[in-house]
T-cell receptor
Framework: KQEVTQIPAALSVPEGENLVLNCSFTDSAIYNLQWFRQDPGKGLTSLLL?????REQTSGRLNASLDKSSGRSTLYIAASQPGDSATYLC??????????FGSGTRLLVRP | GAVVSQHPSWVICKSGTSVKIECRSLDFQATTMFWYRQFPKQSLMLMATSNEGSKATYEQGVEKDKFLINHASLTLSTLTVTSAHPEDSSFYIC????????????FGPGTRLLVL
C-alpha cells in the first residue's frame, strides 16, 4: 500500500526563519512529487511539482528536493513570513495521475 | 493559471436527501477529473477518477452506488451523494488535469457538505 508521511505534523516559528518540511513515500515507482498549500477551509494551491527524473525545483523562496532512492522529499522555505502560515501537503503521483497525500504539516509563522 | 470551480461552495441538507456537486474547468479541457474527500484535520483521500465519456473508477472502500459520478463533457464532472447521512459530512474537492497532457492538476476550492 502506498503511503505518504509528513514530519512534523505542526510547526511554529518566528518570522524570518528558514525551515524544512519533510515528506517520505513508499512507492519507488513514483511519477511525480508535488507540494501543495492549503489555507483553512480552502482548496489546494500547487506550489512545486518535481518529476521523477528531476532532483529539485525552485520557485521564489521555496525549494523542493526529491530523492527517489531514499523515498524522501523536502520543502525548504527561506525567510519565512506570517503569510506563509498554512498547511503544507505533499503528494506522490503515480502513472495514472492519482495523488496520494500525506497528512500535512501545519505551519504557523509568528510575527 | 488554469481555474477549476466547484458549486456549491457549501451545502446543508437533511439526512436521506441527495446532493449534487459540480466541478468545472473554466478555461481548459479536462479529460480526467478526480474527486477527493477531506475530513476535519485529516488529509485528502482520493475517492474516484472521473473520465469523460466513460464510467468513473472508484477507490477501494468507496461505494459507487452512493457516490455517483458523471463526466458528461470535457469541462464538467458532477458528484452526487445519494441518500446522504451525517457521516458523509465532509469537504469534497475536485481536481482536473488538462487534456493536453500537462503535468499539473488544478484543484477546485472545495464544497463543504453538512448532513443533519
Amino acid at each position: 500500500k502506498q503511503e505518504v508521511t509528513q514530519i512534523p505534523a505542526a510547526l511554529s516559528v518566528p518570522e524570518g526563519e528558514n525551515l524544512v518540511l519533510n515528506c517520505s513515500f513508499t512507492d519507488s515507482a513514483i511519477y511525480n512529487l508535488q507540494w501543495f498549500r492549503q489555507d483553512p477551509g480552502k482548496g489546494l494551491t500547487s506550489l512545486l511539482l518535481i518529476q521523477s527524473s528531476q532532483r529539485e525545483q525552485t520557485s521564489g523562496r521555496l525549494n523542493a528536493s526529491l530523492d527517489k532512492s531514499s523515498g524522501r522529499s523536502t520543502l525548504y522555505i527561506a525567510a519565512s513570513q506570517p503569510g506563509d502560515s498554512a498547511t503544507y501537503l505533499c503528494a506522490q503521483e503515480d502513472s495514472s495521475y492519482k495523488l496520494i497525500f500525506g497528512s500535512g504539516t501545519r505551519l504557523l509563522v509568528r510575527p | 493559471g488554469a481555474v477549476v470551480s466547484q458549486h456549491p461552495s457549501w451545502v446543508i441538507c437533511k439526512s436521506g436527501t441527495s446532493v449534487k456537486i459540480e466541478c468545472r474547468s473554466l478555461d481548459f479541457q479536462a479529460t480526467t477529473m478526480f474527486w477527493y474527500r477531506q475530513f476535519p484535520k485529516q488529509s485528502l483521500m482520493l475517492m474516484a477518477t472521473s473520465n469523460e465519456g466513460s464510467k468513473a473508477t472508484y477507490e477501494q472502500g468507496v461505494e459507487k452506488d452512493k457516490f455517483l459520478i458523471n463526466h458528461a463533457s470535457l469541462t464538467l464532472s458532477t458528484l452526487t451523494v445519494t441518500s446522504a447521512h451525517p457521516e458523509d459530512s465532509s469537504f469534497y474537492i475536485c481536481s482536473a488535469r488538462e487534456s493536453t497532457g500537462a503535468e499539473t492538476q488544478y484543484f477546485g476550492p472545495g464544497t463543504r457538505l453538512l448532513v443533519l
